[in-house]
């Protein structure tokens, strides 16, 4: 079979049906998977800002409580910073031994807040005040440029940060962006507690979702661009992993779901559910690399981060700075054998927030990756321009 007719079939096959044909030798021994979490997660709720009397002013109904000996409080990192508590048994325990990392106030300078001009702008990685080219996304350019590069998009269709001079497969997930519990299931479940105390709970508790579904689901599902959701990285990443360790050495996912502007909930709800599944995915994709974890990476990013106050529907609106997270089996650790807050960082504080309403973009995403390459593939000066032009790379060593 030609290259061009294999890649054409990799396009339309269903993702289990040739996994098993493409085992072979992997091309080259450093693996980065980078994870896109489309419809700009509130990166507030994630890495919790635990020192800041003025998180709980703005969150009156969805802060994270600082760390405490409840099962819903924040699981401390560090003196400043704490994680969501629904990340305890998946991204935490990598954390305390070194293999997770965090990087606040991170982000693109694009200022739009929308949601598909901020994604391009982040995939394209070009600089804002030049010509883009829609045919040269910096992952595709990343490819040309790392000996042996054999890149992967677990996506329908190929994304934009991987189009460009090199010819990249790509499969489809998004059969598996479905609801945990269907309208049919829901009709179930309410039936069975029929005349117990239970039952007006139950139906509230239906309801409440199908009333937020309603409220966000026609600008979620043009957010997420067709990503599959955080249940379907879930259900997944063991295959991703597979095929990561065996053949692929670049990788992309998208993950959709996080436009969180109604009834986004706080230690437990709707993000917190999506959270409790990424890092499930995230922890199943690391212990099914194997051996192969020492020497992969797997970045976490978001187009944007969300305002800082919640919004009169208990949400959050469309915001600035993110925190994108860095987990591989090869990271520096502190000197206490933990993962690290890394970056400039600046104490939250209603002075500080951009705007006066968001997280300031201090570790520009550009930059920050191409210090992250410079040292995973050890590109040199001229590698790096070809990869994010004009860009010094800011390198936090992380690896």
């Known amino acids: 079979m030609k290259r061009r007719h294999l890649l054409g079939s990799l396009a339309v096959l269903p993702f289990g049906t040739y996994a098993g044909e493409l085992m072979a ?33 703005a969150r009156p ?45 991170a982000g693109t300078e694009d200022l739009s807040r929308s949601h598909f001009e901020s994604q391009d702008s982040l995939e394209l990685g070009q600089p804002l005040q030049a010509r883009r080219n829609f045919r040269s ?10 000996q042996g590069a054999q890149p992967m998009a677990f ?5 934009l940060v991987l189009q460009g001079q ?26 069975m507690y029929q005349g117990t105390p239970l039952a007006a709970p139950v139906a509230s508790g239906f309801a409440l979702r199908d009333e937020v579904n309603r409220e ?20 997944e990443a063991q295959r991703i992993a597979r095929l990561m360790r065996e053949r692929f050495n670049l990788g992309f996912v998208d993950v959709g779901g996080w436009d969180t502007h109604v009834n986004q909930g706080g230690a437990s709800g709707y993000l917190a559910s999506r959270l409790d599944q990424l890092g499930r995915g995230l922890a199943a994709f690391a212990e099914a690399m194997g051996p192969a974890w020492r020497d992969t990476t ?27 997270w860095v987990l591989g089996g090869g990271l520096r650790s502190n000197g206490d054998g933990a993962g690290r807050i890394a970056g400039e960082q600046v104490r939250v504080e209603a002075a500080t927030l951009f705007q006066q309403r968001d997280y300031p973009v201090l570790n520009e995403c550009r930059a920050v990756l191409a210090g992250l390459f410079q040292r995973q593939f050890g590109l040199n000066p001229g590698q790096l321009q070809q990869v994010f032009d004009g860009v010094a790379p800011r390198d936090l060593q992380l690896i």
Request: aromatic fraction near 8%; avoid cysteine.
């Open 298 to 324: 797997v970045v976490v990013v978001s187009e944007f981060g969300r305002t800082f106050r919640q919004n009169g529907n208990r949400g959050t609106d469309h915001g600035h700075g993110s925190v994108y």
């Open 166 to 191: 090199v010819e990249v497969p790509n499969t489809s997930l998004a059969s598996l962006a479905k609801p945990a519990v269907d309208a049919r299931q829901a009709a179930i479940i309410s039936a």
């Open 137 to 146: 996304g910096f992952l595709n350019r990343l490819a040309t440029v790392v």
């Open 216 to 235: 966000i689901g026609a600008e979620m599902l043009a957010a997420s661009r067709g990503a599959i959701s955080a249940r379907g990285f879930e259900l």
């Open 25 to 57: 030798a992997p091309a080259a021994r450093s693996r980065l998977l980078l994870v896109f979490l489309r419809g700009a997660y509130d990166a507030a709720s994630l890495l919790v800002p635990t020192s800041s009397p003025f998180y709980l002013e």
């Open 155 to 159: 996506t329908d269709r190929l994304p």
């Open 61 to 105: 109904d969805i802060a994270i409580r600082r760390p405490g000996p409840e099962s819903d409080t924040a699981l401390p990192l560090d003196a400043d910073w704490g994680l969501h508590p629904a990340l305890r048994a998946s991204v935490y325990p990598m954390f305390q031994k070194g293999e997770a990392s965090f990087i606040p106030f």
